[in-house]
């Protein structure tokens, strides 16, 4: 059984870069079977994608965030990270890694999630 | 990009059947077989209950049904129960590396 678990600050400064990381144990990050990607939530709101690798080199970026995402694999200690840079309160968000099935596009059968980890964007 | 359109709220009693839509366009919905449904309780992670339209994972009960008309997907589920109550957020894939997914519907089970 997978288990996924996110780390990273819970407080960043507006036009900083936000970076987590995310603790895979029960699979490996450089699997052909599954990709590997990182979500968002907003306090209240809706799911977005960010993001995800595979086969721990490849990746596919939500578009809207291409320009700020950088997300990549350690496989030595098994491990997501994501990197988003110039940060606004826009930002602020519960941040999920999460596998996925890995089908025909990336971003859309998340089959399992870890817990999240909040992400305020304050001064 | 625009989000999929769900209702905000359904609700139903025990036993019953409800389906909530997800309606998107012919650049999403319409036109890929990639659609899913997650499930999310307050305070927890999102969970997969239907990916590829209508494709269960293992271990979703077979209460959890997805189907595709045209621009508009829907979950259904039959024999609600109390533990259904949760908030559903639908998914599509929409080309050029866009993932949508919808605003999201809170079930009541009455």
């Known amino acids: 059984q997978v288990h996924l678990q996110e780390s990273g600050p819970g407080l960043v400064k507006p036009s900083e870069t936000l970076s987590l990381t995310c603790t895979v144990s029960?699979?490996?990050?450089?699997?052909?079977?599954?990709?590997w990607g990182w979500f968002r939530q907003p306090p209240g709101k809706g799911l977005e994608w960010i993001g995800t690798i595979y086969e721990a080199v490849s990746t596919f970026y939500n578009p809207s965030l291409k320009s700020r995402v950088t997300i990549s694999a350690d496989t030595s200690k098994n491990e997501l990270s994501l990197r988003l840079s110039s940060v606004t309160a826009a930002d602020t968000a519960l941040y999920y890694c999460?596998?996925?099935?890995?089908?025909?596009?990336?971003?859309?059968?998340?089959?399992?999630w870890g817990q999240g980890t909040l992400v305020t964007v304050s001064s | 990009q625009s989000a999929l359109t769900q209702p905000a709220s359904v609700s139903g009693s025990p036993g019953q059947s409800i389906t909530i839509s997800c309606t998107g366009t012919?650049?999403?919905?319409?036109?890929?077989?990639?659609v899913s449904w997650y499930q999310q309780h307050p305070g927890k992670a999102p969970k997969l209950m239907t990916y590829e339209v209508s494709k269960r994972p293992s271990g979703v009960s077979n209460r959890f049904s997805g189907s595709k008309s045209g621009n508009t997907a829907s979950l259904t589920i039959s024999g609600l129960q109390a533990e259904d109550e949760a908030d559903y957020y639908c998914?599509?894939?929409?080309?050029?590396?866009?993932?949508?997914f919808g605003g999201g519907t809170k079930l009541t089970v009455l």
């Open positions: 998914c599509s894939y929409a080309g050029s590396d866009r993932v949508l």
């Open positions: 029960g699979g490996s990050v450089s699997t052909t079977s599954y990709y």
């Open positions: 999460a596998r996925e099935l890995r089908g025909a596009a990336a971003g859309v059968n998340a089959d399992s």
């Open positions: 012919s650049s999403d919905v319409g036109s890929f077989n990639l």
